[in-house]
């Protein structure tokens, strides 16, 4: 099993690191580190990697090793784009860790009522799932937090076997831990994504490094039948009607977006741009719209949504002459507002609207050249509540300012 990092690196280094993982025989590769590992501080990361090298390779050094100033100054701003009238507070999470613990704190996105949950780690790096509420961290219960519903159901996993990394499943409800039960020939599993009703996206494990989903609700699992076929599945969002995004590594890597309706069982693909041969499907709104890109790796791409039965319609587009970054993730609101983020230039950005993209870098009411750029957003909230990590690696979260 392999995780690969998606730091600072291009879809087409990405694709090569991709196919050196298969050649090279591994079983699992992310190459999206979408999942359990995406918030994980870098430390942690490389504690594990160094005690368990066959399942985490070592993080590449990234513009997280680089000055802020670096990251604000430069070539890089050539194109941090528009204004925007909104300007949000900024709030250091990794200062509000309570004592005992070790001062940084994963992030997820942020809730409908402005918490957010996350890990926080002891002096032996032990994840607790703990909550950012009303201005202080609370640690909940032993474990790792790794997707949040929108009304706060949390989803994670917690450690069963400290010798060979095996983890199971798990909810976190307050102080609460329900562990999903293992299914047959699994030895570990973590909750990819949950939804409000409860839904839940559980990734497992076999004995060979192999990974399969299912979906998981009021003690029943049930398959989840893509009917893309592949090299891999990459499974990346499910919103409350139960509809499920991802994309299919195709043979010669290439990618295809889909979205996977688990009441009716049916898949359908979302096929990029006539210009483009690859898509990539990123997350989902409760609209039902697909953000997603339809992208040339290494060259153009276009970031935009499928809305309904419609083709893919462009909302910015990146990697070309005039707007040389390009980026690896994206989140969407209901608001239809997208987020570009995990960039080559350490930047993240607010498109607002077609044609508009905002650096988040200018809306902020801070020092970045102290705390960093807001390099990696994990969560977008319909209040235009965001949280992730900066440059310097300072986890926080960024809320509108009042006048």
């Not at 087409?12 to 994980?40: I, K, N, R, W």
């Not at 802020?68 to 050539?78: F, M």
Request: overall charge negative; some cysteine.
């Amino acid at each position: 099993m392999q995780f690969l990092d998606r730091t600072q690196r291009t879809r087409a280094q990405l694709t090569a690191d991709l196919q050196e993982a298969y050649s090279a025989g591994a079983s699992l590769s992310d190459p999206c580190l979408s999942g359990q590992v995406a918030a994980m501080p870098a430390s942690a990361y490389a504690a594990l990697a160094s005690q368990y090298p066959k399942s985490y390779q070592p993080l590449p050094p990234s513009t997280a090793n680089l000055s802020a100033a670096a990251l604000v100054s430069g070539s890089a701003t050539a194109a941090l784009g528009a204004s925007f009238a909104v300007k949000f507070s900024f709030t250091n999470l990794d200062n509000l860790v309570p004592a005992g613990f070790l001062p940084f704190f994963s992030p997820l996105g942020p809730t409908l009522d402005g918490r957010v949950f996350g890990t926080a780690y002891d002096s032996n790096a032990n994840g607790y799932v703990s909550v950012y509420q009303g201005g202080t961290i609370k640690a909940l219960a032993a474990g790792y937090a790794n997707v949040v519903s929108h009304l706060g159901l949390v989803g994670g996993y917690v450690i069963t076997d400290p010798v060979n990394y095996y983890q199971q499943a798990a909810v976190f409800v307050g102080n609460n831990v329900q562990l999903i039960p293992r299914v047959q020939g699994e030895v570990s599993s973590f909750v990819q994504a949950i939804n409000d009703f409860g839904l839940l996206i559980v990734a497992s494990i076999d004995a060979s490094g192999n990974e399969t989903h299912y979906l998981y609700r009021n003690g029943k699992a049930s398959v989840i039948k893509i009917s893309v076929s592949g090299l891999q599945t990459v499974l990346t969002g499910m919103n409350d009607s139960g509809v499920i995004v991802g994309y299919e590594i195709l043979p010669g890597f290439q990618y295809l977006a889909f979205k996977y309706v688990s009441a009716t069982g049916t898949t359908t693909p979302l096929p990029p741009l006539p210009t483009e041969p690859n898509s990539w499907a990123l997350g989902i709104n409760e609209l039902g719209d697909v953000v997603g890109y339809s992208f040339v790796s290494g060259g153009i791409e276009r970031v935009g949504l499928w809305q309904g039965n419609s083709s893919f319609t462009p909302y910015f587009v990146e990697g070309t002459p005039a707007v040389p970054t390009v980026s690896n993730s994206l989140l969407v609101n209901d608001l239809r507002q997208i987020v570009i983020t995990f960039t080559n230039d350490g930047q993240s950005y607010l498109v607002p609207q077609k044609g508009v993209r905002v650096a988040l870098v200018n809306t902020i009411a801070y020092d970045p050249s102290v705390n960093g750029t807001p390099s990696y957003i994990f969560g977008l909230s319909d209040f235009d509540v965001f949280s992730g990590t900066t440059s310097l690696g300072i986890d926080f979260v960024a809320a509108p300012r009042l006048p």
